[in-house]
């Protein structure tokens, strides 16, 4: 037992970083699900690893996180912002939309592979991150990752209202909304920053996860948005938690444990009172 909280003491930073991102992701996820792009949530973070395999190849070091995130966040804001995802008249078919997101998906797994086997350096960073592992992040890192967590969170909470009505009734929030412009760009500008941070910091397989397990367990039977929204971070916080402890004892990567314990909070969430039965 004392070697298992000697083990633990080393990984808390890991283990905070984990769940500061269990805080935002989920209630992303959510948004996501309700505005029907939840494939946004799966194609995205491909392209994400993709970016930072090729700076890691074009030689930034690849602790260099600030530098990584920047470039990343500023390119998968340019992919959701200058390609043609949005869905409604004189724009695209949600079929259409599912094809980019789609080949985005395909594209970026193969580009990350392909600078895998190009460069040992790329190759043995997204190695571990593939495995499961969780990067050992600096307590400079993870202080930022909770600052800005805590202002999407508060951000979050507070323009609520807008969100709910950005992702249920779009058409009539352009219509009343003469800064739906602005709206749109903020909101696509929040889902590339917590996208690329999780990319980043926790890998591409947790942060998929994050995004889609919560919501997918959930929205069936959550009576209410606000409900919904809370039970999102409820999984996400308990599966990270109780995954994390859980491979720490068996010596496991953190990752697949955690995505598991997902699915079963999740499951187990489906009992709660006052949910709404299917």
């Known amino acids: 037992m004392n070697e298992y909280f000697f083990t633990l003491s080393f990984t808390l930073i890991p283990l905070c970083t984990a769940l500061a991102f269990a805080c935002i992701t989920p209630p992303l996820g959510a948004t996501l699900s309700l505005r029907n792009e939840i494939l946004l949530g799966i194609s995205l973070p491909p392209v994400g690893s993709a970016v930072i395999a090729l700076t890691m190849f074009c030689g930034i070091p690849p602790d260099a996180y600030l530098l990584h995130y920047l470039i990343t966040a500023l390119t998968l804001f340019l992919v959701v912002i200058v390609l043609p995802l949005n869905v409604g008249k004189k724009q695209i078919s949600i079929r259409r939309r599912e094809l980019i997101l789609g080949a985005l998906f395909c594209i970026g797994n193969m580009l990350t592979l392909l600078f895998m086997a190009l460069s040992p ?20 890192e993870l202080t930022l990752t909770v600052v800005f967590s805590a202002l999407f969170l508060v951000a979050g909470f507070k323009f609520r209202g807008v969100l709910y009505a950005y992702s249920l009734d779009e058409e009539g929030l352009k219509i009343k909304e003469k800064r739906y412009t602005v709206i749109t760009l903020l ?3 929040a889902a590339t920053l917590v996208i690329t941070g ?3 910091l926790i890998g591409p397989l947790l942060t998929t996860s994050l995004l889609i397990i919560p919501a997918f367990l959930s929205e069936r039977h959550s009576r209410g948005l606000d409900r919904f929204m809370i039970i999102t971070v409820v999984i996400g ?9 859980i491979s720490v004892a068996r010596d496991l990567p953190p990752a697949p444990v955690i995505v598991c314990m997902l699915v079963l909070v999740g499951l187990l969430t489906r009992f709660l009172p006052g949910g709404k039965k299917s």
């Open 121 to 140: 350096r790329v190759e043995s960073h997204f190695r571990n991150i593939l495995q499961g592992e969780l990067l050992a992040v600096t307590t400079m």
């Open 187 to 189: 909101y696509r500008a």
């Open 198 to 200: 999780g990319i980043i």
């Open 237 to 245: 916080i308990t599966g990270t938690i109780s995954g994390f402890l």
